[in-house]
């Protein structure tokens, strides 16, 4: 079987067992991942970029490793490869999971218990949540299922068919990392810097695609690329402006503002401005748009390697 159809056939089940089951509940390969990155930083960590870079090395190269060894001794078996495929990507996708946590603080807001929603908000970003109203929840509850739908499925699709398994399971150990170390905190602005630069570039294209898609598959296209094209570029991350522009317009919505995260208050750009304030219903909206963008994400992606393999063989062929 070609490459091309067993990344198709892999990661269309890999996609089928998160929508149905969500995440392994037990022994997840990325938690064994950040535990394995969690003991090479207890040995690494000096407050230098040079050691950062070297931890990120050993961790992200780890894994890619592994995974390019794991998929090269099931080459002879199509359905090993379909299979171990398909494994992958369940284990790096976390589409149902994103949506389950997102579902489970917008009920707590429409029963008006805040503080459930507080406590639950955590699980899905790191928002100071005492620092945060029924309105500000929300609001971070959007922005995050805009944002993870890049980081936890979108990004992993696009490496998968880039690069089979290594791609994917790649993307999720750099995306890992980036939450582990790669944010601005005294400890790890120089350690984490090499994190946070990889994951900028491994999450780019994914970001992109994220955004086009929630604008195709929203209920505003055009207020989605005016958002994108206008405010995108205010926001502090190269890969979250697109993605949240592209949502808040796409929603009618109005993302960004003052926020508190890791002990510091940052003010960021709005997004949409001419938008709505979340609502709480908006957060089932979300949902549902980031839904249909994975769908469509694994779409374009099957359909993208099967172009790619096809003009090459075409050219070997000519």
């Given at each position: 079987?070609?490459?091309?159809?067993?990344?198709?056939?892999?990661?269309?089940?890999?996609?089928?067992?998160?929508?149905?089951?969500?995440?392994?509940?037990?022994?997840?390969?990325?938690?064994?991942?950040?535990?394995?990155?969690?003991?090479?930083?207890?040995?690494?960590?000096?407050?230098?970029?040079?050691?950062?870079?070297?931890?990120?090395?050993?961790?992200?190269?780890?894994?890619?490793?592994?995974?390019?060894?794991?998929d090269r001794?099931?080459?002879?078996?199509?359905?090993?490869?379909?299979?171990?495929?398909?494994?992958?990507?369940?284990?790096?996708?976390?589409?149902?999971?994103?949506?389950?946590?997102?579902?489970?603080?917008?009920?707590?807001?429409?029963?008006?218990?805040?503080?459930?929603?507080?406590?639950?908000?955590?699980?899905?970003?790191?928002?100071?949540?005492?620092?945060?109203?029924?309105?500000?929840?929300?609001?971070?509850?959007?922005?995050?299922?805009?944002?993870?739908?890049?980081?936890?499925?979108?990004?992993?699709?696009?490496?998968?068919?880039?690069?089979?398994?290594?791609?994917?399971?790649?993307?999720r150990a750099?995306?890992?990392?980036?939450?582990?170390?790669?944010?601005?905190?005294?400890?790890?602005?120089?350690?984490?810097?090499?994190?946070?630069?990889?994951?900028?570039?491994?999450?780019?294209?994914?970001?992109?695609?994220?955004?086009?898609?929630a604008a195709?598959?929203?209920?505003?296209?055009?207020?989605?690329?005016?958002?994108?094209?206008?405010?995108?570029?205010?926001?502090?991350?190269?890969?979250?402006?697109?993605?949240?522009?592209?949502?808040?317009?796409?929603?009618?919505?109005?993302?960004?503002?003052?926020?508190?995260?890791?002990?510091?208050?940052?003010?960021?750009?709005?997004?949409?401005?001419?938008?709505?304030?979340?609502?709480?219903?908006?957060?089932?909206?979300?949902?549902?748009?980031?839904?249909?963008?994975?769908?469509?994400?694994?779409?374009?992606?099957?359909?993208?390697?099967?172009?790619?393999?096809?003009?090459?063989?075409?050219?070997?062929?000519?």
């Amino acid at each position: 079987m070609r490459a091309d159809r067993v990344f198709a056939y892999g990661a269309a089940a890999g996609l089928l067992g998160d929508l149905l089951l969500g995440d392994p509940r037990r022994g997840h390969p990325v938690a064994a991942f950040g535990r394995a990155a969690g003991a090479v930083e207890r040995v690494l960590w000096r407050d230098h970029r040079g050691w950062g870079a070297l931890h990120t090395a050993v961790c992200v190269g780890g894994a890619v490793s592994l995974a390019a060894v794991a998929d090269r001794s099931v080459r002879t078996s199509r359905i090993a490869s379909v299979a171990l495929t398909a494994a992958a990507t369940w284990s790096v996708v976390g589409g149902t999971s994103l949506g389950r946590e997102a579902r489970a603080i917008g009920g707590a807001l429409a029963a008006g218990d805040v503080e459930v929603a507080r406590e639950r908000l955590p699980h899905l970003c790191g928002r100071d949540p005492q620092a945060l109203d029924a309105d500000g929840i929300a609001r971070a509850v959007v922005e995050s299922v805009a944002e993870n739908t890049s980081d936890a499925v979108v990004g992993a699709l696009v490496w998968g068919a880039a690069a089979g398994v290594p791609g994917l399971v790649g993307f999720r150990a750099v995306n890992t990392l980036d939450a582990m170390v790669g944010h601005r905190s005294a400890k790890y602005r120089r350690y984490g810097w090499a994190s946070a630069r990889l994951d900028d570039v491994a999450g780019w294209p994914g970001a992109r695609l994220t955004a086009v898609l929630a604008a195709v598959a929203g209920s505003d296209p055009r207020g989605a690329v005016r958002a994108w094209r206008v405010d995108a570029v205010k926001h502090p991350s190269p890969n979250a402006g697109p993605v949240e522009a592209s949502f808040a317009g796409a929603l009618g919505v109005r993302l960004g503002g003052t926020l508190s995260y890791a002990g510091r208050v940052e003010h960021r750009p709005v997004l949409n401005g001419g938008g709505q304030a979340v609502e709480v219903g908006d957060i089932e909206r979300a949902v549902r748009l980031s839904r249909r963008v994975g769908l469509l994400a694994l779409g374009v992606s099957v359909a993208g390697r099967l172009l790619v393999n096809g003009l090459r063989a075409k050219g070997r062929t000519s």
